[in-house]
C-alpha cells in the first residue's frame, strides 16, 4: 500500500492526483507536481490544499486547461515538446509565469526570442500562374431544349512562401470571400506553416452562376474593400501592399522589372 501524504487528505504519494484545469482532466502524480518545490504549482501541493474541487473529486485550478498540457508534460520530462507551427507561445509563457515554475519560463522566453527574431528577418516568395481553359456547358432553352455552350475562363494558382508563418495569416485575413454566397476563397487550414497554396478562378459574365458553382470554381476578394480579384494584376497589387506594410521590400521580379502588375514571380526580403 502506498504512502499516504497527510496534507492531501488521502492522495496517496505515488498514486494518480486528478485535476480539473480550466474543464480539462489531467491524471498524474504527486511526484510530477512537485518536480519544482519552489514554484508556485509545487508550493499548492507541498502545503494544504485550499482549492475547491469539483463533482468529481478532482482538484480544480482556474487556468487555461489547453496549455496545461503543455506545463504538466515539461514537469514529466523536464523540456519543451511543442506541435511544429505552435502559435501560443505567449499564452504558454503567461501561464508558465502563473506557476512559477522558473526553468519553463525561460525555456518559452527562448523560443519568444528566437521567433520573435525569424519574423523580424524574413524572404517571401510569390509565384503566379494563369491557365486559360476552355469550359463546355449545357445551357437550357426550354422545357426540352437545351445548347451546349462554350466559354473561355482564366483559372489562377498562386504559391506564397515566407518565413515569416504570421505574414501568411495576415494574407489569409485579407483574401476572403465578399458576399455570403460565395464560396470562401481560403479556408485556414490552407495556411501551413510557410507555405500558402490559392486557387481562384472569375466568372465570365458568359457563364451562369449555377454553372460556375457546379464546376467547384470559386472567387478572390480583397476583404478590405471587397473587391474581386479578376486578374493577375489585381492579386499581385495585394500582395504588394500587404508585404510593403510589413516592411518587406522588393528584392526580384520576374520576367520584366519594369511591369511589376504582370510579373509571374515576386521575391521580398526584410532584414
Known amino acids: 500500500m502506498r504512502d499516504l501524504d ?31 518545490p519552489d514554484s508556485m504549482l509545487g508550493a499548492m501541493f507541498r502545503g494544504p490544499w485550499a482549492a475547491q474541487r469539483d463533482a468529481s473529486g478532482a482538484f480544480f485550478i482556474d487556468r487555461d486547461g489547453k496549455v496545461f498540457r503543455h506545463v504538466l508534460n515539461f514537469l514529466r520530462f523536464h523540456r519543451l515538446d511543442l506541435p511544429e507551427g505552435y502559435r501560443e507561445l505567449a499564452l504558454l509563457e503567461r501561464e508558465a509565469d502563473f506557476y512559477q515554475i522558473r526553468p519553463l519560463m525561460e525555456e518559452v522566453r527562448q523560443r519568444r526570442e528566437e521567433e520573435r527574431a525569424s519574423a523580424s528577418n524574413a524572404i517571401l516568395h510569390v509565384d503566379l500562374e494563369c491557365q486559360e481553359r476552355l469550359l463546355h456547358f449545357t445551357l437550357r432553352k426550354g422545357s426540352q431544349n437545351y445548347d451546349l455552350s462554350t466559354c473561355h475562363l482564366r483559372a489562377f494558382t498562386a504559391n506564397l512562401f515566407c518565413t515569416d508563418p504570421g505574414f501568411l495569416r495576415l494574407m489569409v485575413d485579407r483574401l476572403q470571400p465578399g458576399t ?31 454553372e460556375y458553382l457546379k464546376q467547384k470554381l470559386r472567387p478572390l476578394r480583397s476583404a478590405p474593400d471587397g473587391h474581386e480579384l479578376t486578374c493577375g494584376g489585381d492579386f499581385v497589387e495585394e500582395v504588394l501592399k500587404a508585404a510593403l506594410s510589413q516592411g518587406f521590400r522588393i528584392d526580384a521580379i520576374f520576367p520584366d522589372p519594369e511591369d511589376i502588375l504582370n510579373s509571374r514571380s515576386l521575391r521580398f526580403v526584410r532584414h
Do not use: I
Not at 20 to 35: A, D, Q
Not at 183 to 200: F, G, K, S, V
Open 6 to 36: 497527510p496534507d492531501k487528505k488521502g492522495v496517496p504519494f505515488g498514486g494518480p492526483v486528478t485535476l480539473n484545469v480550466g474543464g480539462k482532466h489531467y491524471s498524474t502524480t504527486l511526484e510530477t507536481l512537485t518536480r519544482f
Open 180 to 210: 455570403p454566397q460565395d464560396t470562401p476563397a481560403l479556408h485556414p487550414e490552407e495556411a501551413r506553416d510557410h507555405h500558402l497554396r490559392l486557387e481562384w478562378a472569375p466568372r465570365p459574365d458568359s457563364l451562369p452562376d449555377s
